[in-house]
């Protein structure tokens, strides 16, 4: 059991140092690399795939830890209001008689807060999707347009109902004639 330490020691110390070698931009055939050990280059890089390849397993083994732990508390929230927010509470009058039963509306939205973080974390929520279509649901047309009027057509692809950003873009119909300044005939 010890043996496995100490190699695993030498082969991560080995590996230190071929990183802090590739970071100056040294070669994987230059002798101050060969003298770690390596029986040829294709050695090093191999022994270079392996530890980046180490690091990288446990950075996502430490962001799944963090996951875990942050699921657990996002848990632990949620039970603790989640009665709150789902049993209807009475409603007192001012006589301290109950007229009515009501769901905590501040409970219900700190749930759906929680719920969109755990969301987050784990990477549930899909990205949104936007498609712009021109006139008529048609395509729109870009080689008549200007780059202001591009980036008004951008900036206004997420609202709904946008129609006023047709209005406000030139579109040109291929069927449309044309005077030879470019205006309608």
Avoid: C
């Amino acid at each position: 059991m010890a043996q496995g330490r100490l190699v695993e020691a030498e082969t991560a110390a080995r590996r230190a140092k071929l990183l802090a070698l590739r970071r100056q931009g040294i070669r994987f055939d230059d002798p101050r690399i060969m003298g770690l050990g390596y029986a040829n280059p294709g050695a090093a890089r191999k022994d270079l795939t392996r530890a980046l390849q180490n690091h990288h397993d446990e950075e996502a083994a430490e962001a799944k830890i963090y996951r875990q732990q942050e699921n657990e508390r996002l848990d632990a929230l949620l039970e603790a209001i989640w009665d709150k927010a789902t049993t209807p509470s009475p409603v007192f009058n001012k006589d301290r008689e109950i007229v009515a039963e009501e769901i905590d509306l501040k409970a219900v939205d700190t749930v759906l807060k929680l719920i969109d973080r755990r969301a987050r974390l784990n990477g549930l929520d899909m990205p949104a999707a936007f498609e712009v279509s021109g006139p008529g649901g048609g395509a729109v047309r870009l080689d008549h347009v200007s780059l202001d009027e591009l980036n008004k057509l951008i900036t206004t692809a997420g609202e709904p109902d946008s129609d006023d950003a047709d209005e406000d873009l030139r579109y040109v119909d291929e069927d449309e004639d044309e005077d030879d300044d470019g205006s309608p005939a």
